[in-house]
């Protein structure tokens, strides 16, 4: 069982930055692929972003990609996700989600994830 709790969410400007945390409570978390999806009102869960267990790899949604920078620490159980330049369209509820990883591949789908954290607001105003 993984445990993971998001924090960093708030409300800024179109043009602000935010960097998004995610806490994970598996004794083996360096094994885990991990993603950020969101979700905004009346519109399905979508993909951000993603990393291999090593850091080595790492998938970005195109509408993200330049902006957001996803990393992690294996050492604090920590996934990031740093968002520069946003907009007004990044407002959503973002989610962190794991999953054990099976060579280099990054789901982009909600089905490639067994676990998720209850997520955070981010509001843009423009």
């Known amino acids: 069982q993984v445990q993971l709790v998001e924090s960093g969410g708030g409300l800024v400007q179109a043009g602000d930055s935010l960097r998004l945390s995610c806490a994970a409570s598996?004794?083996?978390?360096?094994?885990?692929?991990l993603g950020w999806f969101r979700q905004a009102p009346g519109k399905e869960r979508e993909f951000v972003s993603g990393i291999i267990w090593s850091g080595s790899a790492t998938r970005y949604a195109d509408s993200v990609k330049g902006r957001f920078t996803i990393s992690r620490d294996n050492t604090k159980n920590t996934v990031y996700l740093q968002m520069n330049s946003l907009k007004a369209g990044d407002t959503a509820i973002y989610f962190c989600a794991a999953q054990r990883g099976v060579g280099a591949g990054i789901p982009i789908t909600t089905y490639g994830y067994l676990y998720w954290g209850q997520g955070t607001q981010v509001t843009v105003s423009s």
């Open positions: 598996a004794r083996t978390f360096s094994v885990y692929t």
